[in-house]
């Protein structure tokens, strides 16, 4: 897939913005807080349904406007197919593909990206949270109908912490809630098939994780991708009951019985019941699991270096392209580096790179251009203040003069 070209509209600090892009590598250097990630940040919505930077949507939308557009121009092969999003400061968003209104959970069957960013780090080293949301997204992209459930069940959620809440308010204890079970029939449902998706997934990536790594590190480490999940007793969440029972928990995750999965969850509902109660909040289900990752057989988080961090944030996005790149009929993702290169020290630089270099299509953005490695030169685009100057395009042949 090839994202031939972008257009926006009031979307971050751009009132209107053109962006042609090539296939292969394409380059777009500009100094920090010019524009450069916004581009990018552009071209990840239309295919994750989301932003890597922020959770809501309203901050995408230029100050003093209600919406943003997002539009792009896809090949795929011979198809062109055009793809375009109305993001609005409240309310849902609107889509539209070739001209005709489509729901935006539509949008990913169309178009697939795989981004690099410092924010990767997050996902090694952050709460849990940050590796939810590396999964979902990839999940939207790996099977797009799994948007309208993970949306259903962030409905379905607040939904019933409201009503948790208003007991709490209210003193409502035990049988006296009885409108709890049709929430809980349904959270179950959802959460089920969302537990089920990221088992799967996470499965789906273990060996090309383990490959992307040693690809990255050049050691053979085993990094390991489980799942601790909440219906299991503990609480990921929270890191409550200590490790043993994080251990319980993904041995739970390698049944992969989604049967077994409802009945844990039900029965985890129940045992929390009067916890949630107290709390006003909903204290088991998807929301709260969380990944785990180690090498050395040991928890990145808290036990790897930073060289091992950076490693194993890389070897998921890198795995996350093979295995797109291995199911979709559309051809590579595009693979954005957002401000990657400057993160690495010269050795990953050149490995990821190489590892890079061959898709159909990379965009690259970075502050400094000479932090890119030769091979990803190619066209070459400068951000400054919002403006985009298409300044030069190396056709990559013997002859090629440095201006065009």
Do not use: C
Request: charge should be negative.
């Amino acid at each position: 897939m090839i994202v031939e070209h972008l257009s926006l509209v009031d979307f971050r600090n751009y009132a209107t913005a053109e962006l042609t892009l090539h296939r292969g590598p394409n380059v777009l250097v500009g100094r920090n807080g010019q524009g450069k990630t916004n581009l990018a940040e552009a071209v990840v919505f239309l295919a994750t349904l989301g932003s890597h930077r922020v959770s809501s949507d309203a901050p995408m939308v230029r100050d003093g406007q209600e919406f943003a557009v997002i539009r792009a121009r896809l090949s795929h092969g011979e198809r062109r197919v055009l793809a375009e999003v109305q993001v609005n400061r409240q309310g849902s968003n609107k889509a539209r593909i070739n001209g005709s209104p489509s729901k935006p959970n539509e949008l990913p069957r169309y178009v697939h990206v795989v981004l690099f960013a410092p924010e990767d780090l997050q996902i090694v080293r952050g709460d849990p949270s940050a590796r939810r949301r590396f999964t979902d997204q990839l999940l939207i992209q790996r099977t797009p109908r799994l948007a309208a459930v993970l949306a259903d069940y962030d409905r379905v959620l607040k939904q019933r912490n409201a009503l948790l809440k208003s007991a709490r308010a209210r003193g409502i204890r035990g049988e006296g809630l009885s409108t709890l079970d049709v929430w809980d029939d349904k959270l179950v449902s959802l959460g089920s098939e969302i537990i089920t998706a990221r088992q799967r997934l996470a499965a789906d990536l273990q060996q090309p994780v383990a490959d992307a790594y040693e690809a990255i590190a050049g050691e053979d480490h085993r990094p390991q991708l489980e799942w601790a999940l909440s219906v299991g007793g503990g609480d990921p969440e929270e890191g409550e009951d200590g490790a043993e029972d994080i251990e319980e928990e993904v041995a739970i995750t390698r049944l992969g019985d989604p049967n077994h999965i409802a009945d844990l969850f039900r029965a985890s509902l129940a045992a929390k019941r009067s916890k949630e109660l107290d709390r006003g909040l909903t204290l088991t289900g998807p929301h709260r699991d969380d990944m785990v990752l180690r090498v050395r057989d040991l928890p990145v988080k808290g036990y790897a270096s930073h060289g091992e961090s950076w490693s194993v944030a890389l070897a998921l996005r890198l795995a996350s392209a093979e295995l797109l790149r291995s199911e979709s009929p559309a051809g590579d993702p595009v693979l954005i580096l957002d401000d990657v290169f400057a993160e690495l020290d010269a050795d990953r630089r050149q490995r990821l790179a190489a590892l890079t270099a061959g898709y159909e299509q990379v965009v690259v953005t970075a502050a400094v251009e000479e932090d890119i490695p030769e091979v990803l030169h190619a066209h070459v685009v400068r951000i400054s203040a919002g403006t985009i100057n298409d300044e030069r395009v190396l056709e990559q042949t013997p002859e090629s003069s440095e201006d065009d």
